[in-house]
T-cell receptor, first 114, second 112 residues
Framework: AQSVSQHNHHVILSEAASLELGCNYS??????LFWYVQYPGQHLQLLLK??????LVKGIKGFEAEFIKSKFSFNLRKPSVQWSDTAEYFCAVRGNQAGTALIFGKGTTLSVSS | DAGITQSPRYKITETGRQVTLMCHQTWSHSYMFWYRQDLGHGLRLIYY???????DKGEVPDGYVVSRSKTENFPLTLESATRSQTSVYFCASSREVQETQYFGPGTRLLVL
């Protein structure tokens, strides 16, 4: 069965610090990978996604993620966080065969202090 | 561009009552999904639908019923609400199952 593990439950950073949120998945085949963000009181928004091609994916708001197939990882990075990046971040994975469901990690809460 | 909407946004109900959460999308997406979000569990899939009149169970379907008579609507019904169904419910849609899912604003449900 597919599963997604997000290593950090809560990350606290100061503005301008660099960010890396870990995501590892368990699945035996080809996958599609996603990072979603949920700002306080808002719905989930797509940050970035990986389907195929260049394993370094750039998303909105300066975020990027790198797919490392050998490590089953899809870590999210941002060189310099802002107070407005305070949110909950969800990694999600789906097998690329028809009918497979999107599986979410439990989420990482990022708190950025100004 | 209305996108995907959910109603009500907030609901308080009592144990044993029937509750229906509505989801409406304007994109004519084929696929629609219902998730619940709980602290420590992330998002878990309740039900999904591939098209009108086609639905299937997700990870946590017990206690829920769905229907999809029209492509744009995907209501979720709690036939007899329980306290364990207190949660935030998100509806999502995608054009095809392999494409990006777009989420609605959520419904916060409290079962007393």
């Amino acid at each position: 069965a597919q599963s997604v593990s997000q290593h950090n439950h809560h990350v606290i950073l100061s503005e301008a610090a660099s960010l890396e949120l870990g995501c590892n998945y368990s699945y035996g085949g080809t996958v599609n990978l996603f990072w979603y963000v949920q700002y306080p009181g808002q719905h989930l928004q797509l940050l970035l996604k990986y389907f195929s091609g260049d394993p370094l994916v750039k998303g909105i708001k300066g975020f990027e993620a790198e797919f490392i197939k050998s490590k089953f990882s899809f870590n999210l990075r941002k060189p310099s966080v802002q107070w407005s990046d305070t949110a909950e971040y969800f990694c999600a994975v789906r097998g690329n065969q028809a009918g497979t469901a999107l599986i979410f990690g439990k989420g990482t809460t990022l708190s950025v202090s100004s | 561009d209305a996108g995907i909407t959910q109603s009500p946004r907030y609901k308080i109900t009592e144990t044993g009552r029937q509750v229906t959460l509505m989801c409406h999308q304007t994109w004519s997406h084929s696929y629609m999904f219902w998730y619940r979000q709980d602290l420590g569990h992330g998002l878990r899939l309740i039900y999904y639908s591939a098209a009108a009149d086609i639905t299937d169970k997700g990870e946590v379907p017990d206690g829920y019923v769905v229907s999809r008579s029209k492509t744009e609507n995907f209501p979720l019904t709690l036939e007899s609400a329980t306290r364990s169904q207190t949660s935030v419910y998100f509806c999502a849609s995608s054009r095809e199952v392999q494409e990006t899912q777009y989420f609605g604003p959520g419904t916060r449900l409290l079962v007393l």
